[in-house]
């Protein structure tokens, strides 16, 4: 696990249809320092926001109204544009049954995260997710070279 | 930035203005709790909707406002669990289960969610602070939860014997 992180360059989108719990998440992160923080406040609005913008790591929340985040995961890993079909995606719940992370890994989560939370649950969280993402993007630049 | 201009993530993570993940992590331990102050005013915004929809039920039921009625109680119970509010959240843990598991069909139901609503309503207003009361209070719920019949079930029936 990484001991030292930069995120100042990095976008990530925080989807939360509670104000209380996003304004939370996105204050912690900018104590992360991370560059760009994009709040949506709904599965509509946070689409708009990821064609635009690809952030880099999306955290949302499963429980909202009227799209829950679980159909949300599945609209955008089945998005067209492969980039922002791959985004990595930190599922959050209040729900900690096996069921819940079973499904959610299923349907293409990179990790989940219950709630309540610690702040340095959601960093151990952030950096594994990250770490693993950029492993990735790596092995895929490596195959297009060769 | 636009995507196609970011260099990749690993030289991003690792770039010139990296931090101890440790430091990180404290700073926002200290400036989340500046955050967590404006809860209350937030728990009575979300106490508004469960009463709006209450009303809404009462005058049928509508399994798009279960739903939506379900969804505030839950945040309120992990929020309320993330800022230490422990009355809150598990008076919202009991009206969430009885949701999840009583069937919403029983009229005996709509009086379950004032029951909780003014449970919380009494918890926000500074009424039930020590654990002893607001245990006692959840005793009192369960209690309530406990005369409804599960989904699929129907209403428990007395059976009377003729003498």
Known sequence: ??????????????????????????????HFRVGTILEAESAETALAQ??????????????MYPT????????LRGHGDRRIAQIP????????????????????ANSFLVKPY???GLMSHLLRTLQEAAEKEAACEVWNVA | MLPEQRASLRQRL???????????????????????VGFGDYARGALGKIGGLIGKLDNGSCAEDWRHLYTIVHDLRASSATVGWQGISSV????????????AQDRRM???????????????????????????LITQLALAVHCLPRKGELAPVIALRPR
């Open chain 1, 1 to 30: 696990m990484l001991t030292e992180a930069d995120f100042s360059e990095l976008v990530m989108q925080v989807v939360d249809d509670s104000s209380f719990m996003r304004r939370l998440t996105v204050d912690i992160l900018k």
């Open chain 2, 110 to 136: 709509i009086k379950v969610v004032q029951l909780h609503h003014d449970g919380m309503q009494l918890l926000i207003g500074g009424g039930a602070n020590s654990r002893a009361e607001w245990q006692g």
């Open chain 1, 89 to 108: 995606f930190l599922m959050m719940t209040g729900h900690a049954s096996d069921d819940y992370v079973r499904t959610a890994v299923r349907e293409g």
């Open chain 1, 118 to 120: 610690t702040i340095a």
């Open chain 1, 68 to 75: 829950d985040g679980l159909s949300f995961l599945r609209q």
């Open chain 1, 50 to 63: 990821i064609v635009m913008l690809r952030p880099d790591l999306i955290i949302c929340d499963w429980q």
């Open chain 2, 14 to 36: 690792g770039g010139p203005n990296r931090r101890p993940v440790d430091q990180l992590v404290a700073a926002a331990e200290t400036g989340a709790r500046g955050a967590i």
């Open chain 2, 92 to 103: 919202s843990a009991s009206l969430e289960r009885a949701i999840e598991e009583r069937n």
